[in-house]
């Protein structure tokens, strides 16, 4: 080639290279191997096995546990007539007494007391109705459930979770959100230390094994074991690959990808659960049902990619150059060398720097007091919603005495949440949204109060159940949005194990029926408008520029007015050195939010 053509050609490249923006971050390059072609759109469909499995087991044990409504004394000299169950409950079950009659879901008769006489004289006698003057005593051999509105037997009805044992259908609940801080640990450390693949296989592999072990369990101690071990697979089971599947998504597609997902998936597969618990009408074959998604994992390494992000933070950018050339393939594309080599400098300077710069700790979100307060409204507000979140699925089985179309028609409001989300989050803001759904759910959570128990009190619940839904989505991606960059990790890790605690208390809300049938859902109303209230605490996200270090993690959103209304045009905007930046509809799952996300994720 000629001296005059080779520097033609040379400024040619020039020319090109300087035309186009420059690659800086992992974003950026990914309008050039497709931000979302043929390859994240596969990966989207793989959520879907992934996002049964989590609302298989997060749901799973409510009705592995579900009792009937209707139980009493059994009395084995009645087992072998052809008695109603009316006519036994009339000859061996005294009138229920004052403190039965106010609890949860309340019959006319005792379902923790019996008569006790000679039933053998009772059947020769041929009577029809107990003599009130026998006397009373607690149940001596177990109790007889009637099946009708919940049509099996589940291991709490089995080994007689009721009365004075009613709380161990709980405690197992509760130990498996306690397997889920353990698990959280532990499969943290492998994806941070090995890979995220890695770490996806090892953590469904344990939940397939421990829900296949469930099905074996015939007492509470192994059954909450069983459940403890599953539960160190929840969470991760999903939100692993969950995130791979984002990062690999442009920054303009993420809200729809990140809200649809769950909006589609998680509310099809939570309202699917009901039925074919119902279906089966067997909960240790629910429990191996349930485990069969988790085979999807044992092929994974196969057919997901690795996090490209993983890799440039262990020093491994070529496997991460590697990774993109297989998206650009699949998606069509044709990438210049000099974008990847551009990359590369630029993702080999930025590990450089983060090796050396960033020893911070999440101690430090609590050395400065702005910024300790925020961090602590951000804790208390993620445990009331979960709270909240928890206390209304629990709290469904004591408004209808059909938990299966209820819990059904519940689950479904995620979808509505996630197209309210995807339309109006990035337009409205975190800070007014977040307060007015969760508003929401405190108001009706009081009105279906005065509600009749069944479809009126239900429907109540429902709308409650929805604005509890849009604010968890809200409140997940606000606290990733607003902690500094180089603590962003490690405060998303301390506020999503602060709320398993609150998982754990979750389904003891029930209990506060016994005191008073409403109490559950006035307890449930007023923990949700102190949320809401909470909300207009913390400063709003939306088109700001997110905080890299702590001084800047402490003065965020200082300058911004209370009364600021994104969506209102009148309402002053004030930014400062927070400016808006142009091209990025989602800031946040910009650049510095989902990288330091996902090791707090899993």
């Not at 040379?10 to 390059?29: A, L, W």
């Not at 692993?240 to 649809?260: D, Q, S």
């Not at 551009?342 to 020893?359: K, P, V």
């Not at 409001?413 to 803001?429: M, N």
Request: one cysteine or more; glycine letters at 6%.
């Amino acid at each position: 080639m000629s001296p005059t053509l080779d520097k033609r050609k040379q400024q040619e490249d020039e020319g090109r290279v300087s035309n186009r923006p420059k690659i800086e971050t992992f974003d950026d390059i990914l309008p050039y191997i497709g931000e979302a072609g043929r390859y994240q759109w596969f990966l989207f469909f793989l959520l879907l096995p992934f996002t049964l499995v989590y609302a298989f087991l997060y749901f799973g044990q409510f009705f592995m546990t579900l009792l009937p409504e209707e139980y009493w004394c059994r009395v084995p000299e009645f087992d072998n007539t052809s008695f109603t169950n009316e006519q036994k409950i009339a000859l061996s079950i005294p009138p229920a007494n004052s403190t039965e009659a106010a609890s949860e879901s309340p019959v006319p008769y005792s379902r923790c007391r019996m008569y006790l006489t000679n039933y053998t004289e009772v059947l020769l006698k041929n009577l029809t109705h107990a003599d009130p003057k026998w006397p009373i005593g607690e149940c001596k051999y177990g109790h007889s459930y009637d099946l009708t509105n919940v049509p099996y037997m589940s291991i709490a009805s089995e080994v007689d979770w009721v009365c004075g044992k009613a709380f161990l259908g709980s405690a197992a609940q509760s130990a498996f959100f306690a397997g889920s801080i353990i698990g959280g640990l532990i499969f943290g450390y492998i994806a941070d230390h090995y890979g995220r693949l890695p770490a996806l296989v090892a953590c469904n592999s344990v939940g397939f094994f421990a829900s296949i072990a469930t099905a074996f369990c015939h007492n509470f101690w192994t059954f909450a074991l069983a459940r403890f071990v599953v539960g160190t697979s929840f969470d991760n089971c999903f939100n692993i690959v969950f995130i791979i599947v984002i990062e690999y998504v442009g920054p303009k597609y993420r809200t729809l990808i990140a809200n649809m997902s769950f909006g589609i998936y998680f509310a099809i597969a939570s309202a699917l659960l009901p039925w074919i618990a119902y279906w089966i009408r067997d909960w240790k074959m629910l429990s191996v049902l349930s485990a069969l998604p988790l085979v999807v994992a044992f092929v994974t390494p196969w057919i997901v990619p690795e996090s490209a992000r993983w890799y440039i933070t262990n020093g491994r950018v070529d496997k991460a150059v590697e990774m993109l050339k297989k998206f650009e393939k699949v998606n069509k594309k044709s990438v210049p060398p000099e974008v990847y080599e551009e990359f590369e400098r630029s993702s080999r300077a930025t590990l450089g720097g983060t090796e050396q710069g960033n020893n911070h700790t999440v101690l430090d979100l609590f050395k400065r007091m702005r910024q300790a307060r925020i961090t602590i409204v951000l804790v208390v507000m993620w445990l009331l919603i979960v709270f909240v979140f928890d206390g209304h699925v629990w709290n469904m089985k004591l408004l209808h005495s059909d938990v299966f179309t209820s819990f059904s028609l519940a689950a479904m409001t995620e979808l509505p949440a996630a197209i309210i989300l995807a339309l109006f989050l990035d337009r409205w803001g975190r800070r007014w949204m977040g307060f007015m759904f969760m508003f929401l759910c405190g108001v009706f959570s009081f009105v279906a109060v005065g509600q009749a128990k069944g479809a009126p009190a239900m429907t109540m619940a429902i709308i409650a159940r929805l604005g509890v839904n849009v604010s968890t989505n809200i409140a997940f991606q606000w606290a990733a949005e607003m902690l500094p960059t180089v603590v962003r990790a490690q405060g998303i890790s301390l506020i999503h194990i602060c709320g398993y605690f609150a998982h754990i208390m979750g389904p003891y809300i029930v209990y506060l029926a016994n005191v008073h049938p409403s109490l559950p859902l006035i307890a449930l109303g007023a923990l949700s408008i102190l949320a809401a209230l909470l909300a207009l605490t913390l400063p709003e996200t939306i088109d700001q520029e997110l905080p890299e270090t702590l001084e800047e993690g402490n003065v965020f959103g200082k300058e911004q007015s209370f009364w600021w209304i994104p969506c209102v045009k009148a309402t002053q905007e004030k930014k400062k050195k927070y400016r808006r930046k142009q091209g990025e509809v989602n800031m946040g799952f910009s650049h510095g939010s989902l990288y330091r996300m996902s090791t707090a994720s899993i």
